[in-house]
């Protein structure tokens, strides 16, 4: 696995240790790997000290926790070729960040195909805040670049909203906080639906993706959609308040402005779809949980 230092990664070592499989971890050892498995330390961006460390292994399957470029993934497919059969990489729902419109319908993979997306490499990858800036952009061009170039199989798992276990994003805590605090939450007018899945849930998707033989990009997330309006009602059943929502207009993270002096909205509120169909995933045969199944115990651990 290259990457998973925290959050679901770390969940996902574990799972596939616990398997018995013999895991090799390759990061830059910002933090010790979980018990029993191997551990390499290498920059993924520095090539040749990739191939170092890599040199005399081969591995079954790789699992790609923290591609975020095209030259990253280039990177990776020139020092895999002929290390590796299978190789699982980390995508997210963000690559329908720009196709989602109010009240559509849920996004299937097709809609962003990787094998004809285009790659422009002289873009500046390798700057942090462009690729920051750039993210879903980032994730689009690293899955046609493994798409098209890698010579192993290549899947590009499109990973819903995580929500539980470790989260560092802060993006729940902030509903908990302001609506335990009795401070009002700003969300869209109409909020729209997102998909979402529980972090072991996605911890043990990408460890039967592993075990799998199908290629191309598959939709994770649990069944139903969850709004900013519903994430609000979970987390005031929870907490025993009644949430005040006002409406905001700006995307998260923008300025407020005089124009808008409500905004920036919350987290996970958006005015456009941001649902996913996972119908080919289950044609595959795995079975996701409910969103219902699993939110209330989100929120009971994030409150502490």
Wanted: hydrophobic residues 40%; charged residues 20%; negative net charge.
């Amino acid at each position: 696995m290259i990457g998973g230092s925290r959050y679901f990664g770390r969940q996902l070592i574990e799972e596939l240790r616990d398997t018995g499989a013999a895991v090799t971890v390759i990061n830059r050892g910002s933090a010790p790997a979980p018990q029993g498995v191997t551990h390499l330390r290498a920059d993924r961006d520095d090539e040749d000290a990739l191939r170092a460390v890599l040199a005399g292994r081969c591995f079954d399957a790789v699992v790609d926790q923290v591609c975020y470029s095209p030259l990253q993934a280039a990177i990776a497919a020139r020092a895999f070729t002929g290390r590796t059969r299978r190789y699982v990489l980390t995508s997210t729902v963000e690559v329908y960040a720009e196709l989602g419109r109010p009240g559509g319908a849920p996004l299937p993979e097709q809609a962003v195909d990787p094998s004809a997306w285009p790659v422009d490499l002289t873009l500046p990858w390798t700057d942090p805040q462009f690729r920051a800036d750039h993210y879903a952009e980032g994730k689009r061009q690293a899955e046609a670049l493994l798409t098209r170039e890698a010579p192993f199989d290549v899947v590009a798992v499109r990973t819903a909203h995580v929500l539980g276990g470790a989260d560092f994003t802060g993006r729940l805590a902030h509903y908990i906080e302001r609506i335990e605090h009795g401070l009002p939450v700003v969300v869209h007018a109409a909020p729209q639906p997102a998909s979402f899945i529980h972090a072991p849930e996605i911890a043990r998707f990408l460890v039967w993706t592993v075990t799998q033989d199908f290629t191309g990009a598959v939709n994770a997330a649990s069944h139903g959609t969850l709004d900013a309006r519903r994430i609000c009602e979970a987390i005031g059943r929870v907490a025993g308040r009644e949430p005040t929502l006002v409406a905001g207009t700006e995307e998260p993270g923008s300025p407020a402005s005089p124009a808008s002096p409500l905004s920036p909205v919350s987290p996970f509120s958006f005015d456009r779809s941001y649902a996913m169909d996972t119908g080919r995933a289950a044609r595959l045969g795995f079975r996701f949980s409910s969103v219902t199944d699993w939110l209330p115990l989100v929120v009971k651990e994030a409150r502490g």
